[in-house]
């Protein structure tokens, strides 16, 4: 049993960055591909970013291409998401999600998931 928790989430201005973390714990990091995802009020969860476990392939939606990065550090057990020039619409609760299969952009049944963080973007 993977445990999961997001941390970094808070209120910026547009244009701002934000540095997401998620810690695991309970299992083994290493051999789990891992995905970022988000839900806005109102709105379905949607894919956001996807890493594999070795860190070599990476995935992203077309709507934070080149502004986010997604990474990892397996020593750490810990997956990241840099944030930059973050917009309004990036608002959402923001979940990290670990799976032991392969993952791609297309990917939504992950094993895993953590409770969420809240990331607000006021214009």
């Known amino acids: 049993q993977v445990q999961l928790v997001e941390s970094g989430g808070g209120l910026v201005q547009a244009g701002d960055s934000l540095r997401l973390s998620c810690a695991a714990s309970g299992g083994t990091f290493s051999v789990y591909n891992m995905g970022w995802f988000r839900q806005a009020p109102g709105k379905e969860r949607e894919f956001v970013a996807a890493i594999s476990w070795s860190g070599g392939r990476t995935y992203y939606a077309d709507s934070v291409k080149g502004r986010f990065t997604i990474s990892r550090d397996n020593a750490k057990n810990t997956l990241y998401l840099q944030m930059n020039s973050l917009k309004p619409e990036d608002t959402a609760v923001y979940y990290c999600?670990?799976?032991?299969?392969?993952?791609?952009?297309?990917?939504?049944?992950?094993?895993?998931w953590g409770q969420g963080t809240q990331v607000t973007v006021s214009s």
């Open positions: 999600a670990a799976r032991r299969g392969i993952v791609d952009a297309t990917t939504t049944t992950y094993d895993y």
